[in-house]
């Protein structure tokens, strides 16, 4: 079974600081991918970053980076310089990577984000 | 359009009514996805249809819900008899399954209201 945790119903953050929303996962499959997504107030859900199990490095697209730790089965996102158009809730998502087929995509409960200006 | 589209935007029905939810994937895509999002939480997973094989329907809450797919194109979800605690939105995705690293692209949703 796939499990999707995010611990963090609510953050409050200063603008240009960084911010890190954390992200811990379960999964038996051999190898997966994990996504981070985030939703506005306007309700569209935005795809921001992707990591996938076997990648070397951590994914990183602008200001926004993954820390992987994958012993430790963790895919926090960090994002540098925060804006106030950064205020939003942030899913974290997983997909399993079984042997022959892709499954179903899972998400977590989210974190709502709020910027200080 | 070049997104994924979603009908109708917002629906209110009587409890006991049955209604019928539509997705538009984006063309070529072969993977789409049904979620549930109640009011300030996060995405249920409801079904994933792949290609031609067999849809997971593991996340269907109960038997008043199905949903069908026409290839690799439109789908539909149908829920029966439908009760107060099917209030939510219900949001499609579809993507290209690039080795599982392809993004969802999602539609703004159905809002589903049951009074």
């Known amino acids: 079974a796939q499990k999707i945790t995010q611990t963090q119903p609510g953050m409050f953050v200063q603008e240009k600081e960084a911010v890190t929303l954390d992200c811990t996962y379960d999964t038996s499959d051999p190898s997966y991918g994990l996504f981070w997504y985030k939703q506005p107030s306007s309700g569209e859900m935005i795809f921001l970053i992707y990591?996938?199990?076997?990648?070397?490095q951590n994914a990183t697209e602008g200001r926004y980076s993954l820390n992987f730790q994958k012993a430790r089965k963790s895919a926090n996102l960090v994002i540098s310089a925060s804006q106030l158009g950064d205020s939003a809730m942030y899913f974290c998502?997983?997909?399993?990577?079984?042997?022959?087929?892709?499954?179903?995509?899972?998400f977590g409960s989210g974190t709502r984000l709020s910027i200080r200006p | 359009g070049a997104g994924v589209s979603q009908s109708p935007s917002n629906k209110v029905t009587e409890k006991g009514k049955d209604v019928e939810l539509r997705c538009d994937p984006i063309?070529?895509?072969?993977?789409l996805y049904w979620y549930r999002q109640r009011l300030g939480q996060g995405l249920e997973f409801l079904i994933y249809?792949?290609?031609?094989?067999?849809?997971?329907k593991s996340g269907l809450p109960s038997d008043r819900f199905s949903a069908e797919r026409t290839g690799e194109s439109v789908s539909t979800l149908t829920i029966q008899r439908t009760q107060q605690e099917d209030s939510a939105v219900y949001l499609c995705?579809?993507?290209?399954?690039?080795?599982?690293?392809?993004?969802?692209?999602f539609g703004e949703g159905s809002r589903l209201t049951v009074l």
């Open positions: 063309s070529g895509h072969t993977a």
């Open positions: 998502a997983m997909r399993g990577l079984g042997y022959s087929s892709a499954s179903k995509i899972i």
């Open positions: 990591q996938g199990s076997y990648d070397q």
């Open positions: 995705a579809s993507s290209l399954d690039r080795g599982g690293a392809g993004e969802l692209f």
């Open positions: 249809f792949q290609g031609n094989s067999a849809p997971d």
